[in-house]
């Protein structure tokens, strides 16, 4: 029904997308499109819906065109702490200014309407206003209470929300100055009338344990406690397996297995194991939880699973998809007990090459829970102790890094981009509180999990799609050829060239990063080509996924913590034990696609999140630093100032305002500032010494300043005293308080 509501809607679209197209009353398209007197009823529904998605506009003499041709622009809202905003559009990479007397209500994320009122020019970006708000996305809102004698009000925490939101002195129901709380939105802004709202949650004082991180979970509309209903469910589900299930299927228990992940897990999604065949050949084993015989359709755990579409997981916490009793209990692999499971034996030759494969429903027996530091130490560093305390798997592990290797040098021979990016370990304390941040490298024990679950998912994926069933694919499209043009611009004026960037094969960009391997501008430039590239996402239709160069890739090996994983579990054991019939085909196509687009969704709020909890535990890691000295990396350059990395990842902007010795002009072709007096050139990549002058935990912003080496006192990162002069009155502090406004600036000549 889905595939069909689409066709139609596209047929519409490109029927008013002709040049001859003149925008049209409803009963002169209903003449034109030949629809039947008995089916108008179904047309008019169909345009209403196109409308409310922004697809087609309804103008006031009830006319229907297409925005593009109408000067129109349809997008999403994002706004700007300054007051003004962008609408990103659906069918454009030219974004629209909105003044900040012109945005009319709208709201940052809402999907808006905008009338272009100024085309580009030179320098100067194309100009709008909002003339309706399609989709209102931000019905409640976590920010800080205030009060006042006759009401309250709230300011959000996001900064792309501006404007204060107004509560009746009835409606703050015992909230206190300084709480931080959720407000639900009971009138919409509009032009020059802040929202209001009612208060249905106080979270607690700012510095209260866990409050920051309860502020981005409710920010991101993330549920957190799980209802009643789904708690009873999982707590009835039996903690052991019965031998009347064991007998349905293949018992893999006396196949030596293991389970290879962090320290810290306790959902463990995917086992391990592996044979070396007669003729040389490895037979690779991934079993991956059975999870789906536990989550029935249509359950309360299913909808819950559904409606969370992912576990999240931030420094202090994981907020799961599923219940503890099952996402850290019978559903998770845990050593040294039966489990229920779905495994894939992969036969593969020496060059990579997958010549046989089997999938089936088995029941298995963790043998060891190995974590990535012991294995990388027992490959790598040879530990004595580990060896001896793991001697029986210790060929397994050696035979693993050698299948591992030949796997991710067939991925590269084929084209598959990989970064080089290390991840971020961010410890806190008992009470929530950064307490040191590491860089985390990816080491050949992590390199062994990540080549076998994606030779797996491709595995599947491929085996499905060829028996023509409903799927949930992971597909990633290829780069818009505008962005790719631009991308060999700015490659240029580094020395390197992007090959074919008009129709650009990943193998090219692949081609980038291994030139780049190792150099200082190694991550920022890395960093630039990922923002170049699409996102990938879920859909039930089957795309290539680009950035792995892989025909066929679904996420199958994570069902409890992702729900796409999930519910291609359940296809697949339809249709591998002859329940697939012809009405549960039609089933599956009617709810794949909005499954399909609402996991998408949730897995963004989820990467947002996290991304903001850890903009925020490192900026209150770096709260008792302040004035301190450190040596980056430029990571990003733009018009307003430059951002610099440091080792342990936290990155912070030096403001262009703030760099004094010159004025400096940003070069946007070259990504890099040039000085108009000296000629001095930064650019990313480069080595610089900066001062930490600011952190604002609220807005997760973090302030340098750019200082000489002579001006930082020895290796211990000490501020420079110089005999005779008290620090109040050194230069670098001068500079400070200049910067944070405490002291008059003076005017350039």
């Known amino acids: 029904m889905n595939e069909i509501m689409e066709e139609r809607k596209n047929r519409v679209l490109s029927f008013m997308r002709e040049r001859s197209y003149t925008p049209l009353k409803f009963e002169e398209l209903a003449v034109v499109l030949d629809v039947p007197s008995e089916d108008r009823a179904s047309l008019q529904k169909l345009l209403d819906e196109m409308e409310a998605e922004g697809l087609i506009i309804k103008t006031r003499k009830e006319r229907y065109g297409v925005p593009e041709r109408m000067g129109l622009v349809v997008g999403q809202f994002q706004g700007n702490p300054k007051g003004f905003g962008f609408v990103l559009p659906d069918f454009s990479d030219e974004d629209l200014f909105i003044p900040a007397n012109a945005i009319n209500g709208a709201m940052h994320g809402d999907r808006v309407v905008a009338?272009?009122?100024?085309?580009?020019?030179?320098?100067?970006?194309?100009?709008?206003?909002?003339?309706?708000?399609?989709?209102?996305?931000?019905?409640?809102?976590?920010?800080?209470?205030?009060?006042s004698e006759h009401f309250g009000f709230v300011t959000p925490d996001h900064a792309r929300l501006s404007g204060d939101i107004f509560i009746p002195k009835d409606f703050i129901n015992g909230a206190q100055k300084g709480q931080k709380v959720v407000v639900e939105i009971t009138k919409w802004p509009e032009k020059n009338r802040n929202a209001e709202g009612r208060i249905i949650e106080i979270l607690g004082y700012e510095d209260e344990k866990g409050v920051d991180v309860m502020s981005i979970i409710r920010a991101y509309n993330i549920p957190y406690e799980f209802p009643d209903e789904v708690i009873k469910e999982a707590q009835a589900i039996p903690t052991t397996i019965s031998e009347e299930e064991i007998a349905k299927r293949r018992d893999?228990?006396?196949?030596?297995?293991?389970?290879?992940?962090?320290?810290?897990?306790?959902?463990?999604?995917?086992?391990?194991?592996?044979?070396?065949?007669?003729?040389?050949?490895?037979?690779?084993?991934?079993?991956?939880?059975?999870?789906?015989?536990?989550?029935?359709?249509?359950?309360?755990?299913?909808?819950?699973?559904?409606?969370?579409?992912?576990?999240?997981y931030f420094p202090d916490r994981v907020i799961p998809m599923l219940p503890k009793e099952l996402s850290n209990n019978i559903c998770s692999l845990n050593a040294h007990e039966d489990r229920l499971a779905f495994s894939v034996l992969m036969d593969i030759d020496s060059s990579g090459n997958v010549i046989d494969h089997d999938i089936f429903e088995s029941v298995i027996h963790i043998n060891e829970r190995m974590t990535y530091t012991n294995v990388y130490k027992i490959l790598e560093e040879d530990d004595a102790e580990l060896k001896e305390r793991y001697k029986e798997y210790v060929a397994d592990f050696e035979n693993m890094k050698i299948l591992a290797l030949i796997l991710g040098e067939r991925r590269r021979r084929r084209g598959s981009v990989d970064f080089n990016f290390d991840e971020t370990k961010i410890i806190v304390d008992e009470n929530g509180k950064t307490i040191d941040i590491k860089r985390y490298k990816m080491t050949i024990a992590n390199k062994i999990i990540e080549e076998f679950m994606l030779l797996c998912?491709?595995?599947?994926?491929?085996?499905?799609?060829?028996?023509?069933?409903?799927?949930?694919?992971?597909?990633?499209?290829?780069?818009?050829?505008?962005?790719?043009?631009?991308?060999?611009?700015?490659?240029?004026?580094?020395?390197?060239?992007?090959?074919?960037?008009?129709?650009?094969?990943?193998?090219?960009?692949?081609?980038?990063?291994?030139?780049?391997?190792?150099?200082?501008?190694?991550k920022a430039i890395s960093m630039t080509i990922l923002r170049s590239l699409q996102k990938a996402r879920y859909s039930d239709t089957h795309d290539w996924h680009f950035g792995l160069a892989a025909e066929y890739y679904s996420h199958f090996t994570s069902p409890i913590r992702r729900y796409p994983d999930l519910i291609i579990h359940r296809i697949m054991k339809e249709q591998i034990n002859g329940r697939l019939d012809e009405n549960r085909i039609e089933h599956y196509k009617s709810i794949l696609h909005n499954i399909a687009q609402h996991s998408s969704e949730r897995e963004r709020a989820a990467q947002d999140a996290e991304r903001d909890c850890d903009d925020l535990k490192k900026a209150e890691f770096m709260m008792d630093k302040i004035g301190q000295y450190f040596e980056g990396t430029i990571s990003n350059i733009t018009a307003f100032g430059l951002f610099v990395e440091l080792e342990n990842t936290v990155e912070g902007l030096v403001r262009l305002?703030?760099?004094?010795?010159?004025?400096?002009?940003?070069?946007?072709?070259?990504?890099?500032?040039?000085?108009?007096?000296?000629?001095?050139?930064?650019?990313?990549?480069d080595k610089v010494n900066v001062q930490l002058i600011k952190v604002s935990v609220e807005t997760r912003q973090i302030d340098f300043i750019i200082v000489d080496e002579n001006e930082v006192n020895g290796s211990n990162n000490e501020l420079k005293e110089p005999e005779g002069i008290k620090y109040k009155s050194s230069k670098y502090n001068e500079r400070l308080l200049k910067h944070i406004g405490a002291v008059n600036k003076k005017k350039r000549k």
Not at 121 to 127: D, F, N, T
Not at 495 to 506: A, M
Not at 657 to 685: A, F, H, Q, V
């Open 115 to 147: 009338r272009i009122s100024r085309h580009a020019s030179g320098a100067r970006h194309q100009e709008g206003e909002i003339i309706n708000i399609i989709k209102r996305v931000n019905k409640t809102i976590v920010g800080k209470f205030d009060k």
């Open 657 to 685: 305002s703030s760099m004094d010795d010159n004025y400096y002009t940003y070069n946007e072709r070259s990504l890099c500032l040039i000085g108009e007096r000296t000629r001095k050139i930064y650019r990313i990549g």
């Open 457 to 522: 998912n491709e595995v599947v994926s491929e085996h499905f799609y060829w028996i023509g069933i409903p799927f949930v694919y992971r597909i990633h499209e290829d780069p818009d050829p505008e962005k790719m043009e631009n991308l060999n611009l700015i490659l240029g004026s580094f020395g390197y060239r992007l090959k074919g960037y008009r129709d650009v094969h990943p193998k090219a960009i692949q081609d980038v990063l291994n030139q780049i391997k190792g150099k200082s501008e190694e």
């Open 252 to 312: 893999l228990r006396s196949l030596r297995m293991v389970t290879i992940d962090g320290e810290d897990a306790r959902d463990l999604d995917d086992a391990v194991s592996i044979e070396i065949l007669p003729d040389g050949n490895f037979r690779l084993g991934v079993h991956i939880a059975d999870v789906t015989h536990y989550v029935k359709e249509g359950s309360h755990l299913d909808r819950e699973a559904l409606k969370r579409g992912t576990s999240v």
